[in-house]
């Protein structure tokens, strides 16, 4: 009969023809939105003790122990948590420059987005819808988009949830997990979340249910030794570490013991739906229940708890948007996805194709030609235009500093020692921190700084801190320029009011 289905072979000749350019321009189309996205100045504040870290590191041959940086907590005991996350960006400044860092940043957070749009198409079968979805998490993560450690914590999380994925195929490949978690220890503290995501996937496929849309199979005894097997394994390997059991409980330490730390920290805030973001991350809900509504299709129980664990930590902490668009997005897409087969779907031509690929190069092309805001963007961040005078800026006595300022100095003014920077841990251990907040907010803020000792502070011009002292007799202005202060104590501790 004439009429008669496709064979096997030819339904997947067809469909992965008419795939072809909807993926090459889906592909350009996510690489483009991240690469208008990703800021051009890189300022973000831990990234300079970063790359100090990262060339003591390597002109030594050994890890760091102790702080070397500050002189409220100079030789306390110090872990560098991150420290094969800081190598790929001292390699690109070391070679590049500040170029070098925009480069790295940039492949790490393409990689992510070009993955999770490989992730959700795996679960939706939906290039457009994957794209979609794809797209609306790069909107949402662009709180984290700078030259940050944590973006190959996420480039870890795609790679586990892509080996989840292929592991339903192909039950051997969940042996790369433990290889992947000893990397992930030693790279960035999100480690913690790939053993959480981990031990959800053996749970939640422990168990079969049918109940109302969720449906969910237990796989055979024999599957289920082996991911047990295989989770403790990684267990082990996250000791595979310069620091031993100390680097594996430091996720735990911040989480319980450091509760100034994101108590104070902007991005350990809860969103605000008052915020672009936040409007984003409820219409994303939205667009999740108004489709289950509509379609009511199945979910599985470690999609449901997926989900659970991405909307819950996007909404509590707002550097968790990331984490949020990682795992929820493929789940949306799925539920977004056309119920049409692949093979009956009109493809576009390839003429109309390429002109699409094109037109997306030609507005990348168009943003290359722009003039570079970066200088302009240091400058209103860190105290750029007063390097000159720091260079020959020799303290006979304890400087007071910015917080964000801490880790520019250490890269940069090597012989000022900070009061604090964004390493916050090791200063909210000892004190230092508390007493920063309070000095800032002004809380007996001369009390404070006489028992640091202080008798430089180098602030913001505007910050209240600086009119404060300047209305005092107590200090002098010794520089002062478009965004910095540094002042000078010139009345005797003893004599100070």
């Known amino acids: ?172 490949i969940i042996w790369t997990l433990p290889f992947l978690f000893a990397l992930w220890v030693n790279t960035h503290g999100s480690w913690l979340i790939g053993m959480v995501v981990f031990g959800l996937y053996i749970a939640a496929n422990s168990f079969t249910i049918s109940m109302g849309c969720i449906e969910s199979q237990a796989l055979p005894p024999a599957r289920m030794m082996r991911l047990i097997l295989c989770w403790l394994a990684s267990a082990c390997a996250l000791f595979l570490n310069p620091y031993g059991w100390r680097l594996v409980f430091y996720p735990f330490n911040l989480a319980f013991e450091q509760k100034l730390n994101i108590a104070n920290i902007e991005e350990w805030k809860s969103l605000d739906f008052h915020t672009p973001r936040g409007r984003i991350m409820f219409c994303f809900l939205g667009l999740l229940f108004l489709f289950q509504l509509i379609r009511s299709r199945k979910w599985g129980l470690f999609e449901l708890a997926l989900a659970a664990m991405g909307l819950y930590s996007a909404f509590t902490y707002s550097r968790f948007l990331f984490l949020g668009a990682i795992l929820v997005g493929p789940l949306l897409a799925k539920s977004l996805a056309s119920t049409t087969p692949a093979a009956s779907r009109r493809p576009l031509s390839p003429l109309i194709s390429a002109a699409l690929v094109f037109v997306i190069l030609c507005c990348v092309a168009g943003r290359l030609r722009t003039p570079e805001q970066s200088a302009t963007e240091g400058e209103a961040r860190f ?88 209305a005092t007799r107590d200090w002098k202005v010794d520089y002062e320029d478009k965004t910095t202060t540094l002042l000078e104590r010139i009345t005797p501790q003893a004599a100070a009011k």
């Open 1 to 172: 009969m004439d009429d008669n289905p496709l064979q096997a072979s030819e339904v997947h000749a067809v469909t992965s023809s008419s795939l072809l350019w909807p993926s090459i321009i889906a592909s350009c189309l996510i690489a483009a939105v991240v690469y208008f996205c990703v800021p051009r100045s890189m300022v973000d504040p831990d990234i300079w003790w970063h790359l100090r870290d990262a060339q003591i590191q390597l002109s030594s041959h050994a890890f760091i122990t102790r702080d070397l940086f500050s002189f409220t907590a100079a030789g306390a005991p110090w872990m560098n948590h991150e420290w094969f996350a800081e190598l790929p960006f001292y390699a690109g400044f070391h070679l590049f420059g500040m170029g070098g860092l925009y480069l790295v940043t940039i492949i790490a957070i393409e990689a992510i987005f070009l993955g999770v749009f490989y992730l959700t198409y795996l679960h939706s079968k939906a290039i457009w819808a994957s794209a979609f979805v794809t797209v609306i998490g790069i909107c949402l993560s662009t709180v984290s988009f700078g030259p940050r450690t944590l973006l190959f914590g996420w480039i870890l999380l795609v790679l586990e949830l892509l080996i989840l994925a292929r592991a339903q195929r192909d039950g051997r």
């Open 383 to 470: 105290p750029t235009q007063a390097l000159p005078y720091l260079a020959n800026f020799k303290p006979e006595g304890k400087v007071f500093n910015d917080f964000l300022w801490g880790g520019y100095l250490i890269w940069y003014e090597r012989q000022i020692p900070t009061f604090v920077d964004s390493r916050v841990d090791i200063f909210e251990y000892n004190g230092t921190f508390k007493d920063y907040l309070d000095i800032i907010h002004l809380k007996n803020s001369t009390e404070l700084l006489n028992k640091h000792n202080i008798q430089y502070v180098l602030f913001e011009k505007d910050a209240p801190l600086v009119y404060f002292l300047k």
